[in-house]
């Protein structure tokens, strides 16, 4: 079992910025992607951002690109997610994923496990 813990949500005007943290805990793995979801009312769970276990390999959403960053830190098993320039489509609850293959994926049905997530709201 893998745990997942994400923090850092608010709420924030247009153009503001937050950072998302994701902490893992359990068990461990020799390699993983760590991904971020998100999800608004009404609508299905959609893609964020994911990152590879040597965090040299990078993807996002066309939606979010150049406006997001993801990073990880193994020492920590920590992911996080830098929103800049928020939108009030950005507006939803955020999920941190963990997959247990250093492949990516951006299906949601592919990772393994996931955190509790974390309320983002953006203010026009």
């Known amino acids: 079992q893998v745990q997942l813990v994400e923090s850092g949500g608010g709420l924030v005007q247009a153009g503001g910025s937050l950072r998302l943290s994701c902490a893992a805990s359990?068990?461990?793995?020799?390699?993983?992607?760590m991904g971020w979801f998100r999800q608004a009312p009404g609508k299905e769970r959609e893609f964020v951002a994911a990152?590879?276990?040597?965090?040299?390999?990078?993807y996002y959403a066309g939606s979010v690109k150049d406006r997001f960053t993801i990073s990880r830190d193994n020492t920590k098993n920590t992911v996080y997610l830098q929103m800049n320039s928020l939108k009030p489509e950005d507006t939803a609850v955020y999920y941190c994923?963990?997959?247990?293959?250093?492949?990516?994926?951006?299906?949601?049905?592919?990772?393994?496990?996931w955190g509790q997530g974390t309320q983002v709201t953006v203010s026009s």
């Open positions: 359990g068990r461990t793995f020799s390699s993983y992607t």
């Open positions: 994923a963990f997959r247990a293959t250093p492949n990516y994926s951006g299906s949601a049905s592919s990772y393994d496990y």
């Open positions: 990152i590879s276990w040597s965090g040299g390999s990078l």
